[in-house]
């Protein structure tokens, strides 16, 4: 089965990384526009082989889109004079838009997939093998996919040790607002905070692992974050609004010093690490 992956950072690269170990099933042809993406995918065998021509990646049996949303839109209208029993997969971040942008004659080929892992490295350098492993891969308006797509798909996901979980696009879309986005604009907004208020000796000197865990994803691409909090705006600012509520909350609690009540809120908190 020839895979076609479109985008080779993290999420390609590794991709390739994981297809590549079954060599008698897959072989793995790998698209990026930047030069330099190309070169160290294949010098990190990445990918089987180059594609130069994106037309030659639509000949593929298989089309793995790893790129941000705004450019998976924009390919999705390049891709409609695909075979008919080519099977699509897009790993975009937010659900909705993609799946209102693609185009009718070829929904049924596009399995809408979003895999809840990644670290905040990035490009084919920051691929690593087991990436998928044992992580959920979100599978989204899985009834507007073709059943020979969907298992084509589904035995993928399983070949990669992903493990799929169900649901809708609008659902999945706020999901991830709280659980993933959000989290990164507060890492930004805390790294940004500590930079305006310290000087880079005492930052190094004095921040310990909590700040270093909490900071550690404001490492991440901003052309990539850019576009996922542009695409997902409206479930963005409403888990943000959330979570200034909690912060003006805790902000009170010290000022009126309720030491009881804070340390409420604090345990409260806590439970967190039982649904976890």
Known sequence: MNIGIVGLGLMGGSLGLALKKIPKKYNVIGYDHNKRHQEDALELQLIDRLAHDFAEIKTCDVIVLTIPVDAIIRTTQNLQDIHKTCTIIDFGSSKEKIDDAIPQQIRPNFVTAHPMTGTEKFGPTAAIEGLYDDKIMVVCNQEKSAEAQHKIALEIFSDIHAKV???????????AAFISHMPHAVSYALANSVMKQENPESIIALAGGGF????????????????????????????????????????????????????AWMSNANKLHDVL
Do not use: Y
């Open 165 to 175: 979980v169900f649901m809708g696009a609008k659902e999945h879309d706020r999901h």
């Open 212 to 263: 270093k865990s909490m900071s550690r994803i404001a490492k991440s691409s901003p052309t990539m974050w850019e576009d996922i909090f542009r695409q997902n705006k409206n479930n963005l600012l409403e888990s943000l609004n959330t979570f200034n509520q909690e912060m003006k909350r805790c902000q009170e609690l010290i000022e009126k010093e309720e030491w009881e009540k804070l340390h």
